[in-house]
């Protein structure tokens, strides 16, 4: 699914407004740039093969073991890799619509899809949606499957209580995904981690390549845990802007926003497609949204929006009535 994600910049050369990446965009890392600055050397030497400093400090932020963590190339790298350690249990379920790479990574390693399957994915908070299952409900899925991978790659993207680490690690039945790229707002350096119960976590090194996770992606991430800062400053305020752009958009004739508990959500058109509304704004606009007619489940009149500044939401609101009255 390379060319199927979000957030497809490299096709247009005028975007000034991206709401099709749902990673907070309003984040200030001139620290950060700063402080890589001067860890340059490091890429005159091999990293550490298995990030093992990184998962130490993750550990202690979680309270749990540094066996028990597993530091990857973003959740993708993380997500292949589980489908690679566990693939001669042959089926899967996956929770759709959501993210296309569990299903893409299922495909590589030949698995058969079934709901009385051995291994379950969900997204929760889910993409595209934006929905949260209860905790309650993820455990009682994790019962009825062999295991159950849960990719919380949002879950600093939502006020609703999700499952921690220190929840999982006590069994066999559950994986959490956890996605820095989304935290710190950083999808450049690729960086997430895996927690699970110690068993479980030896299994998927049995399958981890050296060196994943390069020397200056490796100095950003102890120096982004040692803050403990997360990109979103205020996300009650944040939360609270999505509600009112999806209230906007709801306004226009022909536009639905389906409601959700993060900074993203479901919109369909009905006069038009995705695709025809996305290249309009993008190319008479410069604003980027996420046609989501590639998820399974979902049609050609399905978009996702992610919430950026008021100003922006309010550009976005009048551009989509403009179009809206061409149909």
């Known amino acids: 699914m ?42 005159r030497s091999y990293p550490e093969p298995s990030a093992a400093s990184l998962e130490r400090m993750i550990a202690s932020e979680c309270g749990i073991s540094p066996d028990e963590v597993l530091v990857t190339s973003g959740a993708v790298d993380a997500i292949y890799l589980i489908a690679q350690a566990y693939r001669h249990e042959g089926t899967c379920h996956i929770m759709q619509p959501t993210f296309r790479e569990y299903e893409d990574a299922c495909r590589v390693f030949g698995y058969q899809e079934r709901e009385d399957s051995t291994l379950c994915w969900l997204c929760n908070p889910n993409n595209p949606t934006g929905d949260v299952m209860a905790t ?77 996770i390069n020397a ?13 800062e997360t990109a979103i400053p205020d996300l009650t305020s944040y939360l609270a802007e999505t509600q009112r752009l999806r209230a906007m958009l709801n306004d226009i004739e022909g536009i639905e926003a389906q409601p959700t508990q993060t900074n993203f959500f479901l ?38 929006i992610a919430t950026q500044s008021p100003a922006e939401n309010d550009a976005l609101v009048t551009t989509i009535k403009q179009f809206q009255k061409t149909r």
């Open 267 to 304: 919109c369909t058109i009905r006069q038009a497609t995705a695709a025809e509304l996305k290249e309009y704004l993008a190319r008479e606009h410069g604003i980027l949204i996420r046609d989501a007619s590639n998820f399974t489940g979902l049609t050609p009149h399905h978009f996702r």
């Open 216 to 228: 200056l992606s490796l100095e950003a991430g102890k120096w982004l845990v040692q803050r403990g």
């Open 136 to 212: 309650e409900e993820v455990i009682a899925l994790a019962e009825r499957h062999r295991l159950l991978i849960v990719d919380q790659s949002y879950e600093d993207y939502t006020m609703a209580p999700l499952l921690r680490p220190a929840d999982v690690v006590g069994r066999d039945d559950i994986i959490l995904l956890h996605s820095m790229t989304k935290r710190y707002a950083v999808p450049g350096l690729r960086l997430g981690y895996v927690t699970a119960s110690a068993q479980v976590i030896s299994r998927l090194r049995e399958q981890y390549r050296p060196w994943a």
């Open 2 to 43: 390379i060319e199927g994600h979000g957030d497809d910049l490299y096709r247009y050369d005028n975007i000034k407004m991206n709401f099709s990446s749902n990673i907070y965009n309003g984040t200030d890392l001139s620290a950060l740039d700063a402080y890589l600055c001067t860890r340059m050397a490091a890429i």
